[in-house]
């Protein structure tokens, strides 16, 4: 079965070329960390495989909009003299993305445990 077989490829290399520097080392555990989230949900969807450049576009795709949400989000939580984010900064956030948390399934399941 071929589904994402270039990971195992990947990773295998990227062990030689650890970089000693903490902030490269981390960043790269980050974008490892995307890419099998973004594989995953490319095989929960159906796909056996995808071409590597494909899932190199989602996984920054992704990146972008998980930093822009924080960014955003901080600033909402700045402008109110907090020092951490609360669920109405993420929902301000989302809604100014355009995206209406009111209709996603996370939100719904949320209001009813609260």
């Known amino acids: 079965m ?48 995808a071409e590597k450049a494909s899932v190199e576009t989602l996984t920054e795709m992704l990146q972008s909009y998980i930093s822009e949400i924080g960014r955003s989000a901080k600033s909402y939580c700045e402008h109110t003299a907090r020092t951490q984010p609360t669920l109405s900064d993420i929902v301000v956030t989302l809604v100014e993305m355009g995206e209406y948390p009111s209709t996603s399934r996370f939100f719904r399941v949320a209001e009813w445990e609260l």
Do not use: C, I, M
């Open 2 to 49: 071929k589904v994402f077989s270039f990971w195992a490829a990947d990773l295998q290399r990227s062990g030689s070329k650890q970089s000693t520097n903490p902030a490269d080392n981390y960043h790269l555990a980050r974008r490892r960390t995307l890419q099998v989230v973004v594989s995953s949900l490319l095989t929960e969807a159906g796909f056996e495989s």
